[in-house]
């Protein structure tokens, strides 16, 4: 379940399937459904995922795109090394924003948003 931070930033703490399916579709329906100006920066903290699938990182795409449609951003944290070679090998690393953990990702998140 995601929680506000803020008016503008939300975290959803991610853990493995099929919870993490399940939350990811949910979040990519939030941003679809939300009125314009409602919808927050993302924060995706991945420090409970131990392994993500193919299907999980096309969900991240697409809240990406969602995101980016609307001027919204999203950074994804605490990723284990496990999940950062998967990244690595799909060449998502460059496509993806990451930040060592959920504090610094909302501060970068709040700077870039003044």
Known sequence: MPTNWSDSITIA???DEPALSEE???????VRNAKEGKVPHVVLN?????YVNSSNLAQMLKLRK???ERGRAMK???VSEEV????QVTGLERVFRFAPDPM???ASLQIEAE
């Open 13 to 15: 703490d991610l853990t």
């Open 24 to 30: 990811l579709n949910n979040l990519v329906d939030a």
């Open 46 to 50: 991945l420090a409970g995922v131990t």
């Open 66 to 68: 969602s995101l980016a």
């Open 76 to 78: 994804l944290c605490s």
């Open 84 to 87: 950062w070679s998967v990244f």
């Open 104 to 106: 610094t990702a909302l």
